[in-house]
């Protein structure tokens, strides 16, 4: 036994040996089974990591063989051009660039547009970037500038209805309240006027009426028709509907009733109810209280 065998061994590994020279060793030994031979095959963490490698140097090399050398890809063709951004350009312009790389111009159809100017291009087919063969034709649309629509006349219209109307035409509504005298909720101005021709889409003002200023009914009970009818036309109010009943005594040609009652708040125009005492007479003409004549 030689001295220092046993230091070499265990800085050999301990004497174990390694798991590819154990497959190795096995290979072509008689008795060896195809199974065990797999088994020690996949229980080395080198063989596989071959095995990996090898398969993904295959298929790579395959793969560049097929398509560069069974299969190339056809030629480029020659005569190309790039199709370029026609956009926000006049046709004469357009035509004389086109011409320069061999493309035809061909106008297709028209449309308005709120922003871009009459007769400048807002579309083109192909589009830009792309590629055509010399010779092919480039379609474009033109702008005919923004859409011109005479103001629809709204005023004396509510002003729910006049927005309706305007909004159905292309128009954009705002709406202002003002003071006025016509009644709550009606259009009393337009800006622009009624009929002038305006860009769609574009703001019409409306000046809504805010209505007449609101003030305290008076009290007409125990005046006079005459009296009660006078108060009225002073504070601009109409008078509408006068009424009799019958009344004993110092009520009569006095108003008992009005409608709206005293403190409610009103506008001027509005209409005034009245109801006035009257002497009245029962069946037969008699009147009541009044013994008939002899």
Same mark, same amino acid.
């Given at each position: 036994m030689k001295l220092g065998g046993s230091r070499r061994r265990r800085r050999r590994g301990g004497g174990k040996t390694p798991p590819w020279k154990s497959l190795l060793s096995g290979v072509g030994k008689k008795g060896a089974g195809f199974r065990t031979w797999v088994s020690a095959f996949f229980r080395d963490p080198w063989a596989v990591g071959a095995l990996i490698l090898l398969a993904i140097v295959g298929f790579s090399g395959g793969y560049l063989i097929s398509t560069r050398v069974v299969y190339p890809p056809p030629p480029p063709p020659g005569d190309v051009s790039p199709v370029p951004d026609l956009r926000d350009q006049p046709p004469l312009e357009v035509a004389d660039t086109l011409r320069a790389l061999g493309l035809?111009?061909?106008?297709?159809?028209?449309?308005?547009?709120?922003?871009?100017?009459?007769?400048?291009?807002?579309?083109?087919? &192909?589009? =830009?970037?792309?590629?055509?063969?010399?010779?092919?034709?480039?379609?474009?649309?033109?702008?005919?500038? &923004?859409?011109?629509?005479? /103001?629809?006349?709204?005023?004396?219209?509510?002003?729910?209805?006049?927005?309706?109307?305007?909004?159905?035409?292309?128009?954009?509504?705002?709406?202002?309240?003002?003071?006025?005298?016509?009644?709550?909720? !009606?259009?009393?101005?337009?800006?622009?006027?009624?009929? =002038? !021709?305006?860009?769609? &889409?574009? !703001?019409?003002?409306?000046? /809504?009426?805010?209505?007449?200023?609101?003030? !305290?009914? &008076?009290?007409?009970?125990?005046?006079?028709?005459?009296?009660?009818?006078?108060?009225?036309?002073?504070?601009?109010?109409?008078?509408?509907?006068?009424?009799?009943?019958?009344?004993?005594?110092?009520?009569q040609g006095l108003v008992v009733e009005q409608d709206p009652p005293a403190r409610s708040m009103v506008q001027e125009g509005a209409t005034v109810r009245l109801v006035v005492g009257r002497r009245g007479t029962y069946s037969g003409g008699t009147p009541r209280g009044i013994l008939p004549p002899p």
């Open positions: 035809a111009l061909d106008l297709v159809d028209s449309m308005s547009h709120p922003t871009i100017p009459a007769g400048q291009i807002v579309g083109q087919s &192909p589009l =830009s970037g792309q590629l055509l063969l010399v010779g092919d034709t480039v379609r474009v649309t033109l702008s005919t500038g &923004p859409e011109q629509r005479p /103001v629809p006349d709204v005023l004396e219209l509510r002003a729910d209805r006049a927005r309706t109307i305007l909004e159905a035409s292309g128009f954009l509504v705002l709406l202002d309240s003002v003071d006025a005298d016509d009644p709550r909720g !009606e259009v009393v101005g337009m800006s622009p006027e009624a009929g =002038s !021709e305006a860009t769609i &889409p574009m !703001e019409v003002r409306l000046s /809504v009426s805010m209505g007449p200023p609101e003030f !305290e009914m &008076p009290l007409l009970v125990g005046l006079s028709e005459e009296d009660a009818v006078a108060v009225l036309d002073s504070l601009g109010l109409e008078v509408g509907e006068v009424e009799t009943r019958f009344r004993f005594g110092r009520d």
